[in-house]
C-alpha cells in the first residue's frame, strides 16, 4: 500500500484510500493531466477540506501523493535525484487551492528549489475544477519562472506536456547551471545564506561578533554572502537547530536570492543538518565545516595535509549518506574541499579503516615532532611558542623579527603549518643570545574538537615550549574576548609553559580607547606594530627575561580580565 504524505492527522481512512487509488492510474505521457483525475483530485481536496499534491513523472506514474501545499509538501532531495532528467528534475506537481488565483511566491520557490518539470495548480470550487494555471522555470535571474494566464480545464489538457517541457528545459540548459542552484550545484563561488541563531546563553552582543566572525570565515573560504536570516528561542531546536517556520523562511529565501549553501553560526549535528538539507533543498554546513575548508587551503605541507584530511574524514563521517557518500563531488563548495577528498572509497568502513590510517600516521608525526624537540633541547636554546586568535599577526611577526618567509595575508588561518626559525638577540654589554620562535596554528573561538585531536602533534609545539608569547590583536573590537577564547583553549592542553608574554600587536591601528584599557589591565606587556616595527627592540628584551626567569611565572596571573 502507497503512503500518503503531507499532513494526514485527523483524516477519516475512506478518504485516505481514495488517495491511494490515484497511485493506480497512469496519464498519458504527453498530458500533464486528464480531466478524470483533476475531478478526482478536486472532489477529494473539496471533501477533507485541504491542498493536495500530486507528483507525477514523464512516464505519467504518479509517485508521490501528499496532503499541504507545494511548499508543504517538498520531495526530498534523494528521491528527487532518483527521477532527475537532464536540468529538470523529471517530475511535475499537480496541487489543488481551496481558493481562486494564481500560484503563490512559497509555491513557485517550491518548484524552484526541486526544478520541478511544471506546476499545475487547480483553483477548486464545490468539488469542481473552476480554472487552472500552469507555471514552469525560466531562466531569468529576477523572475526565474513563468505563469500562463488562468486556463480552463479542456484547455489544460490540450497542452502537450512533453513538447513544452522539452522546450523549457533547453532554454534552462543554454542558460547554465547557476540560475536555479539546488544542492548539486557546483559553481566556482558558493552564494551563502548564513543563519545566527542567538539562544538564552549568548549575549546579543557575542552573537553579533559570531555573526561578524562567520562573515569572515565564509569570505575567507572563498564564498561570497549574499544575506543573513537571524533566529531568537531558548534552545537550538532538536531536530532542526531553528524552528520549523524559520526553516521554511529560509527554504523561501534561499531561493530568492540564489544561495546554494546555507551555513549555520554554531556547530550542528549530522542529524539535523541531513533534517535541514530535506527541507531546505540545498546544502547545509556548519561553522566547523567553514573552519575545515579553509584549513584544507591553507594547508601545504606534507603534516599539514595530512591532519586536515583526518579532521574531514572526522567530521564527514556520520554525515555520509546520498550525496555524502561520494565524497568525489567536493570540487568547489565551503566544507567540502580539500586534501582528502579526492576519490575516497564510499563505504563507510573503509572510511573509518582510512580514518585508522591516518590516526597512525598522525602519531608518527608526533613522534617525529618529540625527536626533533629533543635535538632542540640538547642544544639548550629557549623555545617560545607564538600563540593567539587566527589572524592576529604572528606569521607577520615571525617574519619581522626573523627575516622568515612564513605566508601572510589579512585574512582567517592564513597559516596553517608550524614553523619554527631563530631569533638571534643582542644587546648592550652582553654576548648574543638565541631563541626559537615557533609559529603555530591560530586559534579561534571554541575551536572545533575535530581539529584540536587531528593537530594534536601540531599543538604539542605549544606544550612543550619554555614559553609562550600571545599576540594579541589590539585593533580588533573584540580583542578581550579573543584573548579569554585563547586562554580557554590552553587550558584545555594538558600542560603548558609557566613562563608567558603577552604582546599587544597593531597597535597603530588599535583606537586610543582600547590602548589605553590594555595598558592599565595588562601593564606587564609589550604594545608593538610588527607591520609599522614598533616596539620590536622591547619586544625582544622582555623574551629574554621571561626565558631567563628562573621563578616559573604562572600563566594565570598574567589574565585578569
Excluded at 513523472?57 to 532527475?84: C, D, K, M, Y
Excluded at 583526518?310 to 563521517?317: F, I, K, P, W
Excluded at 625527536?371 to 640538547?378: A, S, T
Aim: net charge negative; aromatic share 6%; hydrophobic share 40%.
Amino acid at each position: 500500500m502507497q503512503n500518503i504524505y503531507g499532513n494526514t492527522q485527523g483524516i477519516k481512512s475512506n478518504y485516505l484510500k481514495q488517495l491511494q487509488k490515484l497511485y493506480e492510474q497512469r496519464l498519458p505521457g504527453d498530458r500533464f493531466i486528464t480531466p478524470e483525475f483533476a475531478d478526482a483530485l478536486a472532489a477529494t481536496s473539496a471533501e477533507i477540506h485541504h491542498p493536495l499534491c500530486c507528483y507525477i513523472n514523464r512516464r505519467g506514474q504518479v509517485t508521490r501523493i501528499a496532503v499541504g501545499t507545494p511548499f508543504q509538501t517538498r520531495i526530498p532531495f534523494e528521491e528527487l535525484s532518483r527521477h532527475s532528467v537532464e536540468h529538470l528534475s523529471g517530475i511535475r506537481c499537480v496541487a489543488t487551492q481551496l481558493k481562486s488565483g494564481a500560484p503563490d511566491e512559497a509555491a513557485l520557490v517550491a518548484m524552484a528549489g526541486q526544478r520541478l518539470d511544471a506546476l499545475v495548480l487547480l483553483n477548486v470550487e464545490l468539488g469542481k475544477v473552476k480554472q487552472a494555471f500552469l507555471a514552469h522555470l525560466f531562466p531569468d535571474m529576477e523572475t526565474p519562472w513563468r505563469v500562463s494566464p488562468a486556463l480552463s480545464l479542456d484547455e489544460l489538457t490540450e497542452e502537450d506536456s512533453d513538447e513544452l517541457i522539452y522546450e523549457w528545459e533547453r532554454e534552462i540548459i543554454d542558460a547554465g547551471d547557476t540560475v536555479f542552484p539546488n544542492q548539486d550545484t557546483v559553481i566556482d563561488q558558493d552564494r551563502v545564506l548564513l543563519v545566527g541563531l542567538q539562544t538564552d546563553d549568548i549575549s546579543p552582543q557575542r552573537f553579533e561578533d559570531g555573526l561578524q566572525e562567520l562573515v569572515g570565515l565564509v569570505e575567507s573560504a572563498g564564498g561570497i554572502i549574499v544575506d543573513t536570516v537571524r533566529q531568537k528561542r531558548s534552545r537550538p531546536h532538536p531536530q532542526t537547530v531553528v524552528g520549523q517556520g524559520k526553516v521554511e523562511e529560509i527554504a523561501l529565501h534561499a531561493q530568492k536570492v540564489r544561495a546554494n549553501l546555507i551555513v549555520f553560526d554554531r556547530d550542528i549535528s549530522a542529524s539535523q543538518t541531513r533534517n535541514l538539507e530535506d527541507q531546505i533543498g540545498i546544502r547545509v554546513v556548519d561553522r566547523t565545516g567553514v573552519i575545515l575548508d579553509i584549513f584544507a587551503q591553507r594547508a601545504r605541507s606534507q603534516a599539514g595535509k595530512l591532519q586536515v584530511e583526518l579532521a574531514q574524514l572526522e567530521y564527514m563521517l556520520p554525515r555520509l549518506r546520498g550525496r555524502g557518500q561520494e565524497m568525489s563531488r567536493l570540487g568547489a563548495g565551503i566544507g567540502t574541499r580539500g586534501p582528502g577528498e579526492t576519490k575516497l572509497e564510499t563505504e563507510r568502513r573503509v572510511i573509518q579503516r582510512k580514518i585508522a590510517q591516518l590516526q597512525h600516521q598522525v602519531n608518527d608525526l608526533q613522534a617525529h615532532r618529540d625527536r626533533i624537540r629533543q635535538q632542540r633541547q640538547k642544544q639548550d636554546i629557549p623555545v617560545v611558542a607564538l600563540v593567539g586568535y587566527t589572524n592576529a599577526g604572528k606569521s607577520t611577526l615571525l617574519n619581522v623579527l626573523t627575516n622568515a618567509d612564513v605566508y601572510t595575508a589579512d585574512q582567517l588561518f592564513a597559516t596553517l603549518d608550524p614553523t619554527t626559525r631563530k631569533l638571534v638577540i643582542t644587546q648592550p654589554d652582553q654576548e648574543r643570545k638565541s631563541i626559537l620562535l615557533t609559529d603555530t596554528v591560530g586559534f579561534i573561538h571554541e575551536l572545533p574538537p575535530a581539529l584540536m585531536d587531528a593537530f594534536r602533534a601540531t599543538l604539542e609545539e605549544v606544550v612543550e615550549a619554555d614559553a609562550l608569547l600571545h599576540v594579541v590583536d589590539l585593533s580588533h573590537p573584540v580583542w578581550e574576548s579573543h584573548m579569554k577564547s585563547v586562554q580557554e583553549i590552553l587550558e584545555e592542553m594538558p600542560t603548558i609553559p609557566g613562563k608567558s608574554l603577552i604582546a599587544f600587536n597593531k597597535i597603530d591601528k588599535a583606537s586610543s580607547e582600547s590602548l589605553e584599557k590594555a595598558q592599565q589591565d595588562y601593564p606587564e606587556a609589550v604594545f608593538i606594530s610588527a607591520t609599522g616595527r614598533l616596539g620590536l627592540e622591547t619586544l625582544k628584551s622582555l623574551l629574554l627575561q621571561v626565558v631567563n626567569d628562573t621563578s616559573d611565572m604562572q600563566f594565570e596571573a598574567l589574565y585578569q580580565l
